[in-house]
């Protein structure tokens, strides 16, 4: 589907009516884009059944693994400081930290599925475990549930999507594009030296997603002080109020047992065992959620093209090899299938993205660039979309 005539989503019966509504594709074209037109049942059928499987004490196997890791190195880490060889605790603290991040990450991946209801066919099993999991790592569990469920629903829509929302031409303060004499770019404006961009990449991993729950960063323009703890912001309905606010006080307690630990152990202990591996987490959060919706060869689609099928399409799979993706429970070499089917286990989505795969075809979308190439090159390629068309890509 490369025509406007194929994606015209109002066109009256009537031959002798003009077309309302009409979809503007023209960047589509220019790209040669084939807007896709299967439909969910099509790529639900194509997946074998046992896939959708939810297997409660297998999710809770994978908690143990994890806890288990995590527990084990913070009990390695109890001996670094104990060498006299100052070389070897240099070495080994980052190394901790690096280890206990990646670890960390799989529990946050285990809360994320408790909060998609794919840990277990209980819902009070799913929002307990998660609730559990993601206060220790400083998440408000129910708050981030209901605006990640929105992201979801509305992935790659320009006005309802949750997350790494591209910025508009206006937006940046570039002129109309017939009035700008560098068009779709590179536009010197925009360009950094790459010390520069190394300095904003480790704004965005250090602060980026606490300043996404705390006030919306990267999300979409809301009235007031939308946050992950405001239960009377836009981003909530009225009856998730009490969740909000049992999320919020569930962070803070877990600030609480941490002050707690600081008293008792000391504010460096804290800070060792915790906080830098915390930090780490985040880095990981960001980078995996950064690059699974940030390509410069995807579009975003407005109202008139955008459809949940389509939008999950937009996702793209990355692997970070073996290990990595082991220890992440494969959240991003198979998040296609996990956008397509949130409910379904991690332990399925192997299987099911290589039936995806053939399914989809020519729209499933992998890239195997080495990770910190392609994180350089989305940064520096996708800067900002057009203000108007129902399908724009990103330029600079």
Known sequence: MTTKRNVATSVSSDTTTAPTNQPNIDEAIERNWEIPDFTIKEIREAIPSHCFRRDTFRSFTYVLHDVAII?????LASYIDTLPNAYARITLWPLYWITQGIVGTGVWVIGHECGHQAFSPSKTINNSVGFVLH??????????????????????????DQVFLPS?????????????????GPHEALEETPL????????????????????????QDYPGWASHFNPNCAIFEK???????????????????????????GSLAVIKYYV????????WLVLITYLQHTDPKLPHYRENVWNFQRGAALTVDRSYGAILNY?????????????????????HAEEATA??????GKHYQCDNTPVPIALWNCWKSCRFVEDEGDVVFYKN
């Open 327 to 347: 220890f992440h429970h494969h959240i991003s070499d198979t998040h296609v299938a996990h956008h397509f089917f949130s409910t379904m286990p991690h332990y």
């Open 239 to 265: 009856n998730q109020y009490w969740d909000v606010i049992a999320s919020a006080v569930g962070t803070i307690s877990m600030i609480g047992v941490l002050a707690y630990c600081g008293h008792v152990f």
């Open 355 to 360: 039936h995806i795969k053939k399914a989809l």
């Open 196 to 219: 520069f961009i190394l300095y904003r990449m480790a704004l965005m991993f250090i602060f980026g997603w606490p300043l996404y729950i705390f006030c919306n960063v990267s999300g």
């Open 168 to 184: 508009t031409r206006s937006k940046l303060g570039l002129p109309p594009r017939d009035k700008d004499p560098e068009a779709d």
């Open 135 to 160: 206060t220790l790592l400083l998440v408000p569990y129910h708050s981030w549930r209901f605006s990640h469920s929105r992201h979801h629903k509305a992935t790659g829509h320009m006005s309802r």
């Open 71 to 75: 527990a084990f190195l913070a009990y």
């Open 276 to 283: 830098i591996p915390y930090l780490n987490v985040n880095f």
